[in-house]
């Protein structure tokens, strides 16, 4: 089955900065990939996605890239704020329909 | 977008006994799934929930100690039997769209 594993596990930034966390994927029937984040106590919101026929998708300050041969892709968040402090969960599937396999989670801090 | 209410919200049970976690999705939906995210971990998934046919169970995870119903394409219930303070997690519930899967509020269970 497939296989997820996310990196760092923790990340510490100044505001402003800019933060990357890396995702490989080891199956390559995998096409969906979804960044999840989850703030204390709440549920997973859905922040940006790709599909492997994309390179790079962007959303204001958040874009993801992807790597197909590789089988990895990143998050990139640029100009954090302290509001962007949570985990994130990176993940894959075959479709965004089907069941996803989830990496570890990167507990992300902004420092003021 | 899909709005997924999960009762209950939170419970403490103890060892040996059984709870019911009710997911219910405001829109008809083709795929339902049940995950489960212990204290400060990732999310697994336990099984997809199939209208009108048994649940797919995941590697570890067996009906006898989870058992699902999907009586309609709105509904669904996941039952942690026999529980033991291991099972102590959140439960989630999601459904998948075309386009994204929506998480619901999750259930935080507690065994004593």
């Known amino acids: 089955g497939e296989n997820v594993e996310q990196h760092p596990s923790t990340l510490s930034v100044q505001e402003g900065d800019s933060a990357v966390i890396k995702c490989t994927y080891s199956?390559?029937?995998?096409?969906?990939f979804p960044w999840y984040k989850q703030e204390l106590g709440k549920r997973p919101q859905l922040i940006i996605d790709?599909?492997?026929?994309?390179g790079e998708k962007k959303d204001q300050r958040i874009a993801v890239t992807l790597n197909k041969t590789a089988k990895h892709f990143s998050l990139h968040i640029t100009e954090t704020q302290p509001e962007d402090s949570a985990v994130y969960f990176c993940?894959?599937?075959?479709?965004?329909?089907?069941?996803?396999?989830f990496g570890e989670g990167t507990q992300l801090t902004v420092n003021p | 977008s899909a709005v997924i209410s999960q009762k209950p919200s939170r419970d403490i049970c103890q060892r040996g006994t059984s709870l019911t976690i009710q997911c219910q999705v405001d829109?008809?939906?083709?795929?339902m799934f049940w995950y489960r995210q212990q204290p400060g971990q990732s999310l697994t998934l336990i099984a997809t929930?199939?209208?009108?046919?048994?649940?797919?169970?995941e590697s570890g995870f067996v009906i006898d100690k989870f058992p699902i119903s999907r009586p309609n394409l709105t509904f669904s219930t996941l039952t942690v039997s026999n529980m033991s303070p291991e099972d102590s997690s959140i439960y989630l519930c999601?459904?998948?769209?075309?386009?994204?899967?929506?998480f619901g509020p999750g259930t935080r269970l507690t065994v004593t």
């Open positions: 999601s459904v998948s769209t075309p386009y994204e899967q929506y």
């Open positions: 199956d390559s029937a995998s096409n969906y």
């Open positions: 790709i599909r492997s026929n994309v």
């Open positions: 993940a894959a599937s075959e479709t965004s329909g089907s069941r996803l396999t």
């Open positions: 829109s008809q939906v083709t795929m």
């Open positions: 929930a199939n209208q009108g046919s048994e649940a797919t169970y």
